[in-house]
């Protein structure tokens, strides 16, 4: 079984200073918010960050920039943290910019088996500095080498203790991708069945992938940015 009562424990043997964790999320949707935080409180180091984004201040991955723990971050998107920025611009952060759709491909190859890929993202930008390029049917393309990570942490809807994972809606993200490209996997879920499995017709991630799961602790799902219209005028009886 691999099913956990915590986060703490599902991590605990597993953490160690200087790894490469990749996590999924998007912003605030679909963040493995109690793993997180139990990396926080394991308190490792000199951690190698693979994600879309690294929260925003206070929030998500920002914790862990506020405890020092992160050495380095391949990201697609950083322009919500403020600390981040600071940490990076003052050189306690290293930042490796990675387009969204190449970062995705990383994680994908990572878990597939295959090294590295070819793409023309990228091409003739700071990206491809430094990179090896190849000419196919007369188009420049930039090699890019898959990401395989010590660790995953993902966030599921649905999970059994086999480690079966079903997502909802956005917050299936990448998630599905970082569960398959790290050596060790290790997912919270909203819904984790005691007895039976995720009906596998549903299942994205399938067990194989997954080491370990615990299930999600109850907290308000946190908003990284609310856009509403404004209400209409009401004219009338009855606001009609």
């Given at each position: 079984?691999?099913?956990?009562?915590?986060?703490i424990?599902?991590l605990?043997?597993?953490l160690?200073?200087?790894?490469?964790?990749?996590?999924g999320?998007?912003?605030?949707?679909?963040?493995?918010?109690?793993?997180?935080?139990?990396?926080?409180?394991l308190?490792?180091?000199d951690?190698?960050?693979?994600?879309?984004?690294?929260g925003?201040?206070?929030?998500?991955?920002?914790?862990l920039?506020?405890?020092?723990q992160?050495?380095?971050?391949?990201?697609?998107?950083?322009?919500?943290?403020?600390?981040?920025a600071?940490?990076?611009?003052?050189?306690?952060?290293?930042?490796?910019f990675t387009?969204?759709g190449?970062?995705?491909?990383?994680?994908?190859?990572g878990?597939?088996?295959i090294?590295?890929?070819y793409?023309?993202?990228?091409?003739?930008?700071?990206v491809a500095?430094g990179?090896?390029?190849?000419?196919?049917?007369g188009?420049?393309?930039?090699?890019e080498?898959?990401i395989?990570?010590?660790?995953?942490?993902?966030?599921?809807?649905?999970?059994?203790?086999?480690?079966?994972?079903?997502?909802?809606?956005?917050?299936?993200n990448?998630?599905?991708?970082?569960a398959?490209?790290?050596?060790?996997?290790?997912?919270?879920?909203?819904v984790?069945?005691?007895?039976?499995?995720?009906?596998?017709?549903?299942?994205?991630t399938?067990?194989?992938?997954?080491?370990r799961?615990?299930?999600?602790?109850?907290?308000?799902?946190?908003?990284?940015q609310?856009?509403?219209?404004?209400?209409?005028?009401?004219?009338?009886?009855?606001?009609?």
């Open positions: 079984m691999k099913g956990r009562a915590s986060a424990e599902a605990e043997n597993i160690a200073d200087g790894q490469t964790v990749a996590v999320g998007f912003g605030l949707c679909g963040v493995p918010v109690d793993l997180v935080d139990a990396v926080r409180q308190g490792v180091r951690l190698t960050i693979v994600s879309n984004n690294m925003v201040d206070g929030k998500g991955l920002g914790l920039l506020e405890t020092r992160v050495r380095k971050v391949i990201a697609s998107y950083v322009g919500e943290n403020q600390l981040f600071e940490q990076h611009m003052t050189g306690l952060v290293e930042v490796e387009p969204q190449t970062l995705a491909e990383r994680m994908r190859a878990g597939a088996g090294p590295a890929f793409t023309a993202t990228g091409v003739g930008t700071p500095e990179k090896p390029h190849a000419d196919f049917d188009r420049s393309f930039v090699l080498r898959a395989v990570a010590d660790v995953a942490l993902v966030r599921a809807h649905l999970a059994d203790t086999e480690g079966n994972l079903a997502y909802r809606l956005s917050a299936r990448l998630n599905p991708l970082v398959a490209c790290a050596r060790v996997t290790v997912a919270e879920a909203e984790l069945l005691d007895e039976g499995f995720v009906d596998p017709e549903r299942v994205v399938p067990g194989i992938f997954v080491q799961v615990v299930r999600a602790l109850p907290r308000q799902k946190d908003v990284e609310r856009t509403v219209r404004p209400r209409p005028a009401t004219t009338g009886a009855g606001g009609l």
